[in-house]
Every structure is written in structure tokens, then in C-alpha cells.
């Protein structure tokens, strides 16, 4: 695998469990996309990048979890 595509799933991955910390922690409605940013530890416009809104972050985040049930 290349380095950038390693980067990209490292990135996505840190973005989603940033989130869902996030999500876990304030709720949908009291999150803002800054707060999962900042808990990344990256820029908004990388989350930008990544998942366009909160409300896609949130689906994906929602998805993977109803499959792990």
C-alpha cells in the first residue's frame, strides 16, 4: 500500500473515533465539526475533506456501529 492511501486510512480512522468520542460525550445536536477537528487534532478543512458535514461523520459513525451489534 502506498503512503498517501496509509495516510488517508490513518487520517479517516482517527477522524471517526475522534467523533465518536465526541458524539458520545456532547450528543449529536451540542457537537460541532471544530469539536471533532480539535479532538482529531486536526484542521476543519481536513474534516471537511473527509466527511463533507456532521450529519455524514455521524451516519457513517452510526452504520459501523449497528454492524458491530
Not at 482517527?14 to 479532538?39: L, W
Given at each position: ?16 473515533n ?26 476543519l ?25
Amino acid at each position: 500500500m502506498g503512503k498517501k492511501k496509509e495516510l488517508d486510512i490513518n487520517t479517516e480512522a482517527k477522524i471517526k473515533n475522534a467523533a465518536r468520542m465526541v458524539f458520545h460525550k456532547k450528543g449529536f445536536a451540542a457537537t460541532r465539526t471544530r469539536d471533532i477537528a480539535e479532538a482529531a487534532d486536526i484542521n476543519l478543512a481536513l474534516l471537511n475533506h473527509y466527511f463533507r458535514s456532521k450529519e455524514k461523520l455521524f451516519n457513517i459513525i452510526m452504520l459501523e456501529t449497528m454492524q458491530e451489534f
